[in-house]
């Protein structure tokens, strides 16, 4: 097993500095930094003094932004609706730090070597029309222009809903079939779902229930 580094508390690397060492395992160290966008990370030795990490993951972010600023990204300081719509994407697939992370970057939703670029997005998927959001037609794929389109909110809602599969007195569909029979909601299913509710549970609720004709009219 190798030796761990040298302290080196209150180095700077880029943008972060080291607080202290945070652990030892596996022959590598790892130290706390801070970084001057005000995350806190947790990085391996051996890449903060080799360069390879110099930051929270916000410079990758930024350096990108900067490209962007020369396609059109921003009228004066303000980021246009498109250049947002792409950060965002950009910091959930690629920013541990960012809340979104662990439901795209870190369940291994990526974004093509193409759209990394501003330039790149916007070549392929035009202006961001009014009204519509940037939806992935499979969402166990990531981000690029054979997997993305334009789309309104009820269909990126139909889309997430289409994927839950939902059972009630013997009857199995996907739970935008269901929320469009009972006349529920994606947040009234969605939540109970999250609540870890049995399907019955999820389509009539607790503590009441639909009476047995209505549940025979359903499943008819």
Partial sequence: ??????????????????????????????????????????????????????????????????????????????????????????????NPNCPMYARYGGAGIGVCETWQAFEGFVADMGEAPEGLTLERIDNRRGYGPDNCKWATYAEQNRNKSSTKLLTLNGKTQVAADW???????????????????????????RPQRLSNNVLQEITR
Avoid at 180 to 197: F, S
């Fill in 1 to 94: 097993m190798g030796k761990p580094l040298a302290d080196i508390t209150g180095q700077v690397f880029g943008r972060l500095t080291v607080l202290k060492r945070d652990s030892f395992a596996n022959g590598k160290t790892r130290w706390l930094c801070r970084c001057e966008c005000g995350q806190s990370t947790v990085v391996i030795g051996q890449l903060l003094r080799n360069g390879k990490t110099r930051s929270c993951g916000c410079l990758r972010a930024d350096r990108a932004a900067e490209r962007a600023t020369k396609h059109g990204g921003y009228v004066g300081r303000k980021p246009t609706r498109t250049m947002r719509i792409w950060k965002n994407m950009i910091q959930r697939t690629s």
């Fill in 179 to 205: 929320i469009a029979e009972l006349g529920l909601t994606d947040a009234q299913v969605y939540k109970r779902i999250r609540r870890g509710w049995s399907d019955e549970e999820v389509l009539l609720g």
